[in-house]
């Protein structure tokens, strides 16, 4: 079958062979590609529309077919690791609950704007799973790992990828949990009681998207940072 019988049909975008352009990804993204172990095909984009619902909207991409790759800062006893999780693009991860337990964590949140770009060398709102930093854990939503193909970032606000769910579900550190992404608090659904328990830091900052004041990002997170992240 040729490549373009068997490109994806997603929305109004034009699906290439990611292997064959590496031009639109981020450089790790590029880098982590021969050894993906299965198909990822990249479309480009506006940069200005990587957000989440601006692409949607733009592309006709169904918000299912989406996921958003966080990077969150863990903490214990005075030392803070990243780690990343792959959520449903219409869930939020449940950071400051599942997450911070199954990384027996004091504390958890989402990694300041800076930090995410620089600790991942991808662009904020294209971060991605795929060529993240040796090491780092990767969390991913039992839904993300059983769709048949998932679109995410390509490490550029340029492009998108779409990869198999069991692709990403095998990336290097991945381990796929049940209720990852929890329904956002205006999704009319019902929410498990324990996502009522959250504490005031689980907030959307660090999701690859702009966040919306950036003074809004976790203080006492950036007071406690290693020093080769640099100073406030």
């Known amino acids: 079958m040729s490549d373009a019988a068997s490109a994806p049909r997603l929305g109004s975008l034009t699906w290439l062979p990611a292997a064959e352009h590496p031009d639109l990804l981020g450089a790790p993204v590029a880098a982590a590609l021969p050894a993906l172990g299965g198909r990822a095909w990249v479309a480009a984009i506006d940069e200005d529309l990587a957000d989440t619902a601006a692409f949607t909207e733009a592309y006709e991409v169904p918000l299912v077919a989406s996921a958003n790759c966080v990077v969150v800062a863990a903490r214990r006893a005075g030392q803070t690791t990243l780690a990343a999780c792959l959520v449903p693009a219409d869930t939020r ?7 911070r337990r199954h990384l027996g ?13 620089a600790e991942s060398g991808m662009a904020y709102g294209g971060i991605t799973p795929v060529g993240l930093p040796e090491g780092w854990p990767l969390l991913v939503d039992a839904a993300v790992a059983a769709a048949d193909l998932v679109v ?19 990336l290097p550190g991945a381990e796929v949990l049940e209720d990852l992404g929890q329904p956002v608090p205006d999704d009319p659904r019902p929410r498990p009681a324990a996502v009522a328990d959250r504490a005031p830091d689980d907030r959307d900052v660090g999701w690859g998207e702009r966040p919306r004041n950036p003074d809004d990002d976790d203080r006492r997170y950036l007071e406690d940072r290693p020093p080769h992240w640099g100073s406030d």
């Not at 964590?105 to 770009?117: C, L, N």
């Not at 995410?152 to 095998?170: D, H, I, Q």
């Open 105 to 117: 964590a004091r504390k958890a949140s989402f990694a300041p704007q800076d930090v995410a770009v």
């Open 152 to 170: 995410v970032g390509s490490g550029t606000r340029g492009s998108k990828l779409a990869v198999p769910g069991t692709v990403l579900a095998g």
């Open 93 to 99: 991860a449940d950071v400051n609950g599942l997450v």
